[in-house]
């Protein structure tokens, strides 16, 4: 097991009708006067914005709302967020919705309490340790954004769509999980963000790093009870055990805990953010191209690791190390296909995928060499998306 540091501040607050709790939470972290992020509609049809902002109002913060912000999201609307920001004096973010209204809220906080362009923190030219304090009502288990220091933006001259990785400074203040918010997702949405959650898992199990049987098995565990549970919140949308063990297997997959301690891979998001930054999928649909794909070359090329994903994730009982890696890739591809998702670009809906294109702002974006279990160069990355063919 390698050093680390771990820090992830977040308080949660899980169960029904706990959205009833954000002005007091938002109190109790000072702020007074906060911006009210949310997406395209959802949490205005269900009536959950109106019972937020009446909390708000309960506990005395004011509120200014900024609606409208779209899946993927630009950098566009984080500029006009900190003009808001500014011009109003506002002391703190609640985002009400999924990754992209997070990530949003992240962006602004940050870049709000800087002088110069916030896309600096997103190339990489600064490192991001102050933000205006951001608290999430989260109505979507995905991205995992309600307990991570990340925020994904992406920016409209040359889509390049960056994940912008902090320690602490950009993890929400509090993040209330209400499992009923999630029975309106459409199943598509449901599926979506399971094979985000998985794959959340899954970039910190394929390692290198050797001795590592308590995040191994944490992650092993979390992986097969994702499997177990899914098929319910798909049959019945308001089956309010199965979504609430969706919920928090959700933020467990990315709050950090699972990756203690090892090398971190990464490569199937990398080579998703391409897919959705340029033909604008949804990211955890996108993954489910990815990541059988990236298991199948590794079969080929480092099988230990997927070996034993597959015997302990899917029971596989081949001994051969590239023969259960073949079996497990499989497994998950079947898998994902029985939630209904996409297994290839077609079925993603991209008929004729510019690979040398993803390729090409791939290594424009995360260099020459990717990822932390296998490095991969240009013709292994042109193999994997040839895979997903
Ligand atoms: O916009 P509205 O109308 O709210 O509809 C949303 C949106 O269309 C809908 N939705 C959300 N909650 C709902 C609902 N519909 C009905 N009932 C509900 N309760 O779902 C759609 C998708 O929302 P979005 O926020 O985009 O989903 P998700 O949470 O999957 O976030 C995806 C974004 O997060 C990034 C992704 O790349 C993508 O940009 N990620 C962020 C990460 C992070 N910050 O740590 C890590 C991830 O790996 C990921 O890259
Ligand atoms: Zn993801």
């Not at 094979?195 to 790093?209: L, Q, V």
């Not at 009870?225 to 309010?240: H, L």
């Not at 203690?260 to 604008?280: K, L, N, P, Q, T």
Request: glycine share 10%.
């Amino acid at each position: 097991m390698n050093n680390f540091s771990y820090y992830a501040p977040t308080r949660y607050i899980f169960g029904k009708d706990t959205e009833k709790e954000t002005g007091r939470l938002a109190s109790e972290n000072g702020m007074k006067k906060v911006l009210l992020t949310y997406g395209g509609g959802s949490v205005v049809r269900s009536g959950l914005l109106d019972r937020v902002k009446e909390s708000l109002k309960n506990a005395g913060i004011e509120f200014i709302e900024f609606g409208g912000i779209k899946p993927n999201p630009t950098d566009d609307r984080v500029y006009e967020g900190i003009d808001v920001v500014r011009e109003n004096n506002i002391d703190g973010l609640i985002a009400v919705g999924g990754g992209s209204v997070i990530d949003t809220a992240k962006a602004i906080a940050l870049g709000a309490l800087y002088d110069g362009d916030f896309w600096d923190f997103y190339a990489g030219k600064l490192v991001a340790e102050r933000a205006l304090p951001v608290g999430v009502v989260l109505t979507i288990p995905a991205a995992g954004s309600e307990g991570s220091g990340n925020s994904v933006i992406t920016k409209l001259d040359g889509l390049h769509k960056i994940s912008l990785r902090t320690d602490s400074a950009l993890r929400p203040r509090f993040a209330i999980l209400n499992p009923v918010l999630t029975f309106t997702l459409p199943a598509f949405q449901t599926a979506s963000g399971i094979a985000d959650m998985m794959a959340h898992i899954m970039e910190r199990y394929f390692s290198p790093t050797e001795d590592v049987q308590v995040t191994d098995h944490l992650c092993q565990g979390l992986l097969r009870a994702i499997i177990d549970v899914a098929p319910r919140v798909i049959k019945n949308p308001e089956d309010y055990q199965a979504r609430a063990n969706i919920m928090w297997a959700g933020t467990m997959a990315h709050n950090g805990i699972c990756g203690c301690g090892r090398v971190e891979d990464w490569v199937s998001h990398f080579m998703e953010h391409e897919i959705s930054a340029v033909y604008g999928v949804t990211h955890g649909a996108g993954l489910t191209v990815v990541y059988p794909a990236f298991l199948m070359f590794m079969a080929t090329h480092s099988p230990s690791k997927p070996a034993q994903f597959a015997r302990t994730v899917f029971n596989i009982t081949e001994t051969d190390d590239a023969v259960a890696a073949r079996k497990g890739a499989e497994a998950l591809r079947k898998f994902f296909g029985s939630l209904g998702l996409p297994l290839t670009f077609a079925q993603l809906g991209i008929e004729n995928p510019d690979i040398s294109l993803l390729v090409d702002k791939l290594i424009e974006n995360k260099g020459e060499i990717i990822g932390g279990y296998y490095r991969l160069n240009r013709a292994d990355m042109t193999a994997i998306y040839e895979l997903m063919k």
